[in-house]
């Protein structure tokens, strides 16, 4: 887990400045390194049903005592596992976030440190001196294909956390026709079928999303409500057959595109519901956090945004102004306790 430092050590590092605060990013950083690298060891698997000593762990991920018992150690220090006596075990924190299960981060960890990392690696650099990366993380997948499952499979995850707060603030007519916008790995759209029986939900994305959102549909129940149109959002028919739709999500889909971009995609979206239509917008923007964590979370989504796609996080007005320009009245926005920044818009077509 993150290092927290005990009262001691926040007085002397922290607020007298007496000793090197980095040093704290410097294990922070370690530690994302040794808990991707136990993940991909299958560490934390092989202790998901009982305690290990070291030689026993050691012949489970076929590794070499001497060299898993440092991995180990750093990892208890940290707060992934426990020791007693010889015996290790899960923390009750690795089995609740880092175990196979619906709520599990580990494929996210697995993203950041198989893709997003490396990905900063070559270009933070370069994206911070010049305004731009030499090409953005879709554009690199696109050139290594092989990568896109675990990135799919990485943002699934990430959404299955703050599934249940966004599916539970949005509010559906009855039988409705949904169309998720940028949808990818399908868990808003089967999270919001399994919440409303009688509505339909058509996920919208390129073609390599297809495989994890159908696997997404399939293991909610609600595949047989759920379809996936694959194309791209920017140029391609957004309502094919010309019904129109009752509600449309756009979940994290607007960082990845400027002022001029979003305001012709919500156009978009605004001529593919029916008059009196709701579009829910769901992202990280600029300046709506609150706490210390909040504000460093939000920076860091900043960069991220600017390394890997070219763009900034925007701002609430800013995107209150494109929904309005775009024939949206926006009727509210929802925050939420445990994402800092994520915010919620709600708005209506109006013409």
């Not at 994890?212 to 959002?233: L, N, P, S």
């Amino acid at each position: 887990m993150p290092v927290a430092p005990n009262a001691l050590e926040r007085l002397v590092l922290l607020r007298l400045n007496r000793g090197p605060g980095p040093v704290l990013d410097l294990v922070g950083g370690a530690s994302e390194r040794a808990v991707g690298l136990a993940l991909e060891m299958g560490v934390f698997d092989a202790l998901a049903d009982k305690p290990a000593t070291l030689p026993e762990l050691a012949e489970w991920v076929d590794c070499a005592p001497e060299g898993l018992d440092p991995l180990l150690g750093f990892l208890v220090a940290l707060g992934y596992l426990s020791r007693d006596g010889d015996d290790y075990a899960n923390t009750a924190m690795t089995r609740a976030w880092l175990l196979d299960d619906p709520e599990s981060v580990a494929p996210w960890l697995r993203f950041w440190d198989e893709v997003a990392f490396p990905f900063w690696d070559e270009h933070l650099e370069t994206a911070v001196r010049t305004g731009n990366p030499p090409q953005t993380l879709y554009e690199w997948l696109d050139d290594h294909p092989e990568h896109w499952r675990v990135t799919h499979e990485g943002f699934r995850a990430a959404a299955a956390v703050l599934a249940p707060a966004v599916i539970g603030k949005l509010d559906l007519p009855e039988g409705a026709r949904v169309l998720d916008v940028g949808g990818g790995h399908g868990l808003y759209a089967a999270e919001l079928a399994a919440e409303n029986p009688d509505a339909t939900v058509t996920v919208f994305d390129s073609e390599h999303a297809r495989e994890v959102a159908t696997e997404t549909a399939e293991q909610a129940g609600a595949g047989y409500r759920i379809a996936f149109e694959a194309g791209d959002y920017t140029t391609d028919p957004l309502d094919s057959d010309g019904e129109g739709y009752d509600v449309a999500l756009l979940f994290n889909v607007v960082h990845a595109h400027d002022g001029a971009e979003t305001t012709a995609l919500l156009e978009r979206v605004h001529e593919a519901l029916r008059p009196g239509g709701t579009l829910y917008v769901l992202d990280q923007f600029e300046g709506t956090a609150r706490t210390a964590l909040g504000r460093a979370t939000v920076g860091f989504v900043g960069l991220t945004y600017l390394v890997t796609l070219g763009q900034r996080a925007h701002t609430v007005d800013d995107v209150e102004d494109w929904l309005e320009e775009a024939g949206f009245t926006v009727e509210g926005r929802e925050s939420f306790l445990t994402a800092p920044g994520l915010s919620l818009f709600v708005a209506e077509r109006t013409n």
